[in-house]
């Protein structure tokens, strides 16, 4: 069977939706072989490519035709394929502690990764470097908190949304909480710090 044709199967076989990455077929064939596959394939409309080395088998909506994945989901796939630690920063970190309904039309990605951006419709996805220090936060709750009230800013934290994060807070594991107050500036420290001082 060509290399081509165990592709093709394997793809006809997955549920409509489902993110392929390149890298899902090395067992199947050279890197060349199956980079000439998913060009073909894409060709005669099996796939659509969403970025680089990423393409997917597309929902098809009655009115609106083939449905794409969401940058947020190409995200999560190239922080699988690639193995690299992230953080949400800014208006993405609002948007995921529901501090902010506006979904950002830019994803900004702090990361132990290569710096890049890529382009996922009319958004982008920006893996940006930063240092060891601000990827050691453990609590999932703890380092979004601690990147929204970044983006906020120091005085710039209205009564209501304070109160949001301490509710969110009071939901991360004390341990980890603990472990991650120390990493953020001082002045996020003091926030995070009554959370324990209400328990």
Excluded: C
């Excluded at 409309?45 to 080395?53: D, H, P, T, W």
Aim: glycine share 6%; aromatic share 4%.
């Amino acid at each position: 069977m060509s290399v081509a044709t165990e592709i093709g199967q394997r793809i006809s076989a997955l549920p409509p939706g489902r993110l392929l990455l390149a890298s899902d077929f090395v067992d199947l064939g050279s890197s060349e072989a199956i980079r000439l596959t998913l060009f073909r394939l894409e060709k005669q409309g099996a796939i659509k490519r969403v970025a680089q080395g990423m393409y997917v088998r597309p929902v098809i909506h009655p009115l609106l035709g083939p449905l794409l994945p969401t940058a947020e989901e190409v995200a999560d796939a190239i922080i699988r394929r690639d193995k690299i630690r992230t953080l949400p920063t800014g208006a993405f970190a609002l948007n995921a502690l529901g501090l902010s309904t506006q979904v950002p039309v830019n994803i900004v990605l702090l990361t132990d990764g290569s710096p890049r951006v890529i382009q996922v419709g009319k958004r982008k996805i920006k893996f940006k470097k930063t240092t060891p220090k601000n990827l050691m936060a453990r609590g999932k709750i703890s380092r979004l908190v601690i990147q929204a009230l970044k983006e906020i800013g120091n005085g710039f934290l209205r009564d209501e949304e304070e109160q949001r994060i301490m509710a969110l807070l009071k939901n991360e594991a004390r341990e980890d909480l603990i472990h991650d107050i120390p990493l953020a500036p001082v002045w996020i420290q003091k926030i995070m710090r009554k959370v324990l001082i209400h328990e």
